[in-house]
């Protein structure tokens, strides 16, 4: 259970993170009708992993909830570490 609420938990910054530069994007004008329906997607998707673990949580399916997150947590955690290796080793790019 201690789990799934840390799966969550990340995933929910993840979501945050989604909603900041949109909200943001809105704000400056990047975000417009032309992308609007990409934008829509990601955010329903977003909305439909965070809500469906949930509603597969209450339904006692806990295993499928896990899994769920994962498709969102999963490639985060890696953008995280990889972001932390280049933070850290201080690459050269030229």
Do not use: H, Q
Not at 25 to 30: I, Y
Not at 36 to 48: C, E, F, H, K
Request: a positive charge; one cysteine or more.
């Amino acid at each position: 259970m201690a789990f799934f609420w840390a799966l969550w938990s990340f995933d929910a910054c993840i979501t945050m993170v989604v909603l900041y530069f949109f909200f943001i994007g809105l704000a400056d004008g990047s975000v417009s009708s032309f992308n609007m329906g990409i934008w829509l997607l990601l955010l329903g998707a977003l909305a439909a992993i965070m809500l469906g673990s949930l509603w597969l949580k209450g339904l006692e399916k806990l295993l499928l909830a896990k899994l769920l997150l994962a498709v969102l947590a999963v490639p985060g955690l890696l953008y995280l570490l990889f972001m932390l290796m280049i933070i850290i080793t201080k690459p050269r790019w030229n």
